[in-house]
């Protein structure tokens, strides 16, 4: 019994370990994209529940209860999950794309795109984004609310600021004289 707690001291020991460096590094990909601190926080408490989840699942293993029972448990939890969220599968594939954007979208706010659509023009400056959508405000001053599951979807294209287009100096040409 004693070596099955000290496993289990081992087991959480490793998971705040692991949950402290997992959030020091959000925390300087958060700063190196210049993303929101609520952002950056929500993706850190999911990742953290992840790993909390596991970190239980090893702990009762390692107290006797199991693989089979656990593996129930964990199997019946997920299908209960499943089975809540399919009705809802907009809103896990939000979730999903929105931890993607935090990780590997090029944009940031401020930035001007276009998100490529036949329809209507999607084009404006990124006020916000968040882990369901990305707020757009276009030229007219309405703000558009874009689901983060089509933005990957869809072309992005980054659009240049006319504040940071510097007009380049007229070109001279230079006409040789003849002789």
Same mark, same amino acid.
């Given at each position: 019994? $004693?070596?099955?707690?000290?496993?289990?001291? /081992? !087991?959480?020991?490793?998971?705040?370990?692991?949950?402290?460096?997992?959030?020091?590094?959000?925390?300087?990909?958060?700063?190196?994209?210049?993303?929101? +601190? /609520?952002?950056?926080?929500? @993706?850190?408490?999911?990742?953290? !529940?992840?790993?909390?989840?596991?970190?239980?699942? $090893?702990?009762?293993?390692?107290?006797?209860?199991? !693989?089979?029972?656990?593996?129930?448990?964990?199997?019946?939890?997920?299908?209960? &999950?499943? @089975?809540? %969220?399919? =009705?809802?599968?907009?809103? %896990?594939?939000?979730?999903?794309?929105?931890?993607?954007?935090?990780?590997?979208?090029?944009?940031?706010?401020?930035?001007?795109?276009?998100?490529? +659509?036949?329809?209507?023009?999607?084009?404006? /400056?990124?006020?916000?984004?968040? &882990?369901?959508?990305?707020?757009?405000?276009?030229?007219?001053?309405?703000?558009?609310? !874009?689901?983060?599951?089509?933005?990957?979807?869809?072309?992005?294209?980054?659009? =240049?600021?006319?504040?940071? @287009?510097?007009?380049?100096p007229p070109v001279r040409r230079v006409i040789p004289k003849r002789k």
């Amino acid at each position: 019994m $004693f070596n099955q707690l000290l496993m289990c001291i /081992v !087991y959480l020991a490793v998971f705040f370990f692991a949950q402290r460096q997992v959030s020091k590094w959000i925390r300087l990909q958060a700063d190196k994209k210049q993303v929101n +601190e /609520v952002r950056s926080r929500l @993706v850190t408490r999911l990742i953290s !529940y992840f790993m909390f989840f596991v970190t239980v699942s $090893f702990m009762t293993v390692s107290l006797g209860l199991g !693989y089979q029972d656990v593996s129930l448990f964990v199997s019946s939890a997920f299908a209960v &999950l499943g @089975v809540a %969220l399919f =009705a809802q599968w907009s809103i %896990l594939s939000n979730i999903t794309a929105g931890v993607l954007i935090f990780f590997v979208f090029p944009y940031r706010i401020g930035d001007r795109i276009r998100i490529v +659509e036949k329809d209507e023009d999607m084009s404006g /400056v990124i006020v916000e984004i968040s &882990l369901f959508h990305i707020l757009i405000k276009r030229e007219s001053g309405d703000v558009m609310t !874009y689901p983060n599951s089509l933005l990957l979807q869809k072309g992005v294209v980054k659009l =240049a600021n006319e504040s940071s @287009v510097k007009k380049a100096p007229p070109v001279r040409r230079v006409i040789p004289k003849r002789k």
